[in-house]
Each structure stands twice: as structure tokens, then as C-alpha cells.
């Protein structure tokens, strides 16, 4: 991702009342998939909103906070604070981040502690991108297409710590030539699970080999979800499997920019069709 992004140029409301946005980019995002990013980008202007990409935004600090690394994730949080304190809202295309600094980042100071009030005013200021979309910015439909039959997979932070649900449903009814297939099993773990993964490998192979079993049977051409984390676990299932299905983020489709990268886990080689 680029250090900053211009204002936008969009939008309805007018330059003195658009809410400035800060985009907190995640680590997946920026490091495996920036088109994810730029995607966001597109649909906060559309929205209506400045977006602002603070450069000197680090990690969330979730791995070190579910590690037990407090000292770290203290860090962690400090900087996220400082970088974006002075946005009128923090918006992530990811549930596990946005949960992080919605609900974790005042945990990790006590009352006492200056950090701890000022991470408690970021923390009602985050949300996650579908819900920042729909639910605070009221939007009800997106201008993209995507042919083909999808489905969709709720991750685990979005879905409990954030209410995610409908948020991305709705807005994806709205994408001509998109029709969705609910997803047995949507609210299940992917087993992913951030570090669970690597510490139960095992536990995480069975649980994802289910997940893409029920993938399959629904036929659908594309899974979609928003979170990266999930994205790359599932992708990699399938390629290993052998099952063609695409995967995207969210993010992607409604701001249809499928064009912009191929789908996670396939080279430029095979093609970007879906």
C-alpha cells in the first residue's frame, strides 16, 4: 500500500462534511494482498469519506496479544494510537483486526494508565469495512459485476465480536450477475485461528478439510470472506485438494476490482476470470 492516499474526489457530501477515514491497512493485506487495500479505498471514497492511510500504522498486536507477549502488544498498541488518533473513525477489511482494536486495545492498560483512556476513545472510532459501510455510512447498494455463483464464509471475529453478518450479504445482493449460495456451516471455523494453526496443526487440517467439503458441495465458483487470514487457509485447502473454486475478499468484488489480481493462491499466469 502506498504511505498515503489523496482525499476523494467522490462522494455526496460536501468537502467540509466528509468524515475522514483512516484505513488500517492489516499485515495480511499489506504484505500478501494490497489489492485488498486499494479496494477498500474505492469503496470508502464511494462512501463518501477522505481516507486517510496513516504510514506509520503497524500491526493490530493480536498475535503477541493471543500469544500473552503483553509488553509487546502494548507497543504495538501505542503506535496504532498515535498514528491514528484524530481520524473521525478507523476502518479495517478485516474482522480480526477490527475486533482487536474495537474490543482488545483498552484491555491492555490499566485505568490508571493515559494510554487506557486514549485507547478507549480509538476504540469506539473502529469498525470493520461491510459494517463501517452499511451500518454508519447507510450505504445500500455498490456500481460492480461479477458473474458466477458465490458463496460466503463468516470469520470467527466479524461474526461474534462484531455482529458481522448481513452487512456483506446485503451489499453483495446488490452486484449484477452475482448469485449467492449460503454456505452450510458459514459460522464455523475455518481453523485458522491465527497462531492455532501452528500450535494444533492437526486440529487446524481437519477443521479446514471439512470447511472446503462443504465449500464444494455447494457448487459455487467463487468463496468469498473478509478476512485474509481465512482467505489464505482456505485457498491453500482447495489448490491442495485439487478443487477449483476462487477466492476473494469481499472487498474485491463490491468494489469490482476482480480485475486488479488474480484470485488468492493462483498465479497471474492462470488467469483472473473469477
Known amino acids: 500500500m502506498p504511505e498515503t492516499v489523496p482525499a476523494a474526489t467522490g462522494g455526496t457530501l460536501p468537502d467540509g462534511q466528509r468524515p475522514r477515514v483512516g484505513l488500517f491497512v492489516t499485515c495480511l493485506v499489506d504484505l500478501m494482498r494490497p489489492s485488498v487495500g486499494f479496494a477498500a479505498v474505492r469503496l470508502l471514497e ?162 479446514v478439510s471439512e470447511k472446503t467439503r462443504d465449500i464444494a458441495a455447494t457448487g459455487a465458483e467463487t468463496l468469498l470472506a473478509g478476512d485474509m487470514g481465512c482467505l489464505l487457509n482456505i485457498a491453500g485447502r482447495l489448490a491442495r485438494e485439487g478443487k477449483d473454486v476462487a477466492v476473494r475478499h469481499v472487498a474485491e468484488v463490491l468494489a469490482d476490482m476482480t480485475d486488479a489480481a488474480p484470485p488468492i493462491g493462483r498465479g497471474p499466469l492462470e488467469g483472473s476470470r473469477r
Not at 121 to 128: F, Y
Not at 164 to 187: D, F
Open 46 to 207: 464511494a462512501a463518501g469519506c477522505e481516507v486517510v492511510v496513516p504510514p506509520a500504522q503497524t500491526c493490530c498486536g493480536q498475535p503477541a496479544y493471543n500469544s500473552g507477549d503483553r509488553k509487546a502488544a502494548q507497543a504495538l498498541a501505542r503506535q496504532v494510537i498515535s498514528a491514528f488518533e484524530g481520524l473521525d473513525h478507523i476502518v479495517a477489511p478485516s474482522g480480526s483486526c477490527a475486533g482487536m482494536l474495537a474490543h482488545h486495545l483498552p484491555t491492555l492498560f490499566s485505568p490508571e494508565d493515559a494510554w487506557h483512556g486514549r485507547a478507549t476513545a480509538l476504540a469506539a472510532r473502529c469498525h470493520e469495512l461491510t459494517s463501517f459501510l452499511v451500518d454508519v455510512r447507510g450505504m445500500e447498494a455498490v456500481a460492480a459485476r461479477y458473474e458466477g455463483r458465490v458463496t460466503y464464509h463468516d470469520s470467527c471475529s466479524g461474526l461474534r465480536e462484531l455482529k458481522v453478518k448481513q452487512q456483506p450479504r446485503r451489499l453483495l445482493a446488490s452486484v449484477e450477475g452475482l448469485s449467492l449460495t449460503e454456505l452450510p456451516g458459514a459460522e464455523v471455523c475455518c481453523g485458522f485461528g491465527g497462531t492455532f494453526c501452528v500450535k494444533y496443526p492437526e486440529v487446524s487440517g481437519k477443521i
